[in-house]
RNA sequence: GCGUCCGUAGCUCAACUGGAUAGAGCGUCGGCCUCCGGAGCCGAAGGUUGUGGGUUCGAGCCCCGCCGGACGCACCA
């Protein structure tokens, strides 16, 4: 089904044809922000009429006299300096809510040519806890990757872990004379990072040591068995770490290829890159020159002989484009490797790749202080400590607001409720804006918060326990009250909103739409009583809350954040 | 020094890609419970969008210059 924008855009098409005027890109028509300009509206006349050089009134009084809004509602208005201004008749808008409410998708249609999309996001380091700054990669990197699916895509999600690097040649170091292994056993990662930390340290101090761990990473580069046992069982050891933390914010990959996978390919890409003349030796090292860039070389192979992880990234974007046939590669990474990446893509094009390449940057979490988030002892703060304190701290309100609940449901409802919290506070953000974390503003109940929203859809959803039978969409639907009609303005919304998250890969869009949704809601149930009401009334209401219910679960999933029943 | 990003109410953030009188929440003040979950709703106060120019019918958004901040700039990822 088209959405009411697409519909308007129609009748606006073929009115601007009857008046002889072609636009070669769409013309923007959209909800308007204030009710007395209309429900929906167009600048067409403004734009147009500058580029035929018309006097941009007279020409909206033109298109408006060609326009036909037969079926939708009255005539459209020209006002201000050319705006033309739409109004829904409450007939089209019942009509149109209901069509909604028998779509198993909520109206949003798939995209009419489907890409193969990769998403790399997350990407978290071997032997090194997972920390605050995974976050944000993790869920929106995870949102992008649901709301593409959705839409029709074939998306390919893929963790690019930090499996492979010069930390090893510690990290075996320490492996081989430093480790517990009862701690090993008890809380492996904890020992990796121990015994990390305590090579470091004393390579630092003691040259000697440095020369051993260096040795140790070469014998791992050159295959050696047992630093390549060592090696995987950091490997193993860290992935099973990292699962717990994704099975907690519910995020699954379709693939975890590390850095290491791609050791084979290295040697052939930097061949590559010198036989067709785009790789140069440079003060020993072989690198790649962009001026228009930067002054900084793109480096492919060390001066020692080693790979860093700019070569493995040209490997990777090679084997997605082989083995995957992907479209589209989205790297969803920290705003301070831009460089890197727009190094990389340029690489990538003046190697002739047909690839859409994304670098979706954001910006950085800072704690209450407004600097970057830190534990008291200035650590970064582990991912694993924050959920659970989350879930705890949920789990806690929820417990105090409504204490008839079992432990059993008071834990499952905390999980949704903290876990939400969190990734609510990150995704309904601009992803470019450093924001300041707050454990009492995300956990709050008033505000744009999950547990608004969750309490929202739990509102919604209580009114169907009361019903003697379930719930069946009624075959006509009648609006008449302001409420009403407000809130299905905003429900008819939803299908425009969903691909429009993808234009500049914001997931807060989808936030913001789904808050206002609940606050029209809100407004809603406040002043139109649903189970009391005549019978057309309440099937209609009903209809209402049950469509609400659908989108805010359906709106918040896209987003990577489930639902209660009660909370 | 060069580059990227950012600067909006006291605080935390929006603003649908250039549209009309810049919106929410918190905090402050004032209203609303014989009614489906008040974890809510309605209202008030609060702004020269860092600053000075420019582009045009129209700028928080685009261009240039300042001021202030974050981050990145050769072999870590």
Known sequence: MATVTQILQERLQNALQAVGIKSDEPLQLAPTMDPRHGDYQTNAAMVMGKKVKENPRTLASRIVANLSTKGIGPPPEVAG????????????????????????RLGVEPVAAPKTIVIDFSSPNIAKPMHVGHIRSTNLGDALARVARFLGHQVITDNHLGDWGT??????????????????DSDPMEELVRIYREADAAAE???????????????????????????????????????????????????????????AELPGVVQELQDRGLAEASEGAIVVWDHELSDDPFIVRKSDGGFGYATTDVATIEYRYRQWHA??????????????????????????????LQHIAFGSILGE?????????????????????????????????????????????????????????????????????????????????????????????????????????????ELGEEPELALTKKILQFPDVVPAILDGFKPNILANYLYELAAQFHGFYESCPVLSAEPVKRETRLLLCDVFARLLQTGLDLLGIQVPDKM
């Open 81 to 104: 300096p050319g705006f033309i201004n739409f109004r829904i008749s409450p007939e089209f808008l019942a009509h149109r809510v209901h069509e909604l409410a028998l779509d198993k």
């Open 167 to 184: 930390q090893f040649g510690k990290v075996i170091y320490g492996w081989k004379r430093l480790l517990n292994r009862a701690t090993l």
């Open 205 to 263: 101090k003691d040259p000697e040591i440095l020369g051993e761990c260096r040795r140790e990473l070469v014998k791992l580069q050159e295959g050696d068995i047992e630093n390549r046992r060592i090696w995987q069982r950091c490997v193993d050891l860290s992935k099973a770490e990292f699962s717990k933390n994704y099975d907690l914010l519910g995020v699954r990959f379709d693939f975890q290829l590390g850095e290491s996978f791609y050791n």
């Open 327 to 356: 479209d589209a590669v989205w790297y969803v990474v920290g705003a301070p490797q831009n460089l890197h990446f727009q190094q990389l893509f340029s690489l990538t094009r003046r190697l002739g790749y047909d690839l859409d």
């Open 369 to 477: 202080d407004r600097k970057l988030m830190r534990t008291r002892s200035g650590e970064s703060v582990p991912l694993r400590a924050l959920l659970e304190e989350a879930v705890g701290r949920a789990t806690a309100i929820v417990a105090e607001k409504n204490p008839e609940l079992s432990e059993r449901e008071r834990s499952a409802i905390g999980r949704i409720v903290g876990i939400g919290a969190i990734k609510y506070a990150d995704l309904s953000q601009h992803r470019m804006t450093d924001y300041v974390f707050s454990w009492d503003k995300m956990l709050s109940l008033q505000g744009n918060t999950a547990p608004y929203l969750q309490n929202a859809y739990v509102r919604s959803r209580s009114i169907f326990r009361k019903l003697d039978a379930a719930f069946v969409a009624p075959s006509s639907v």
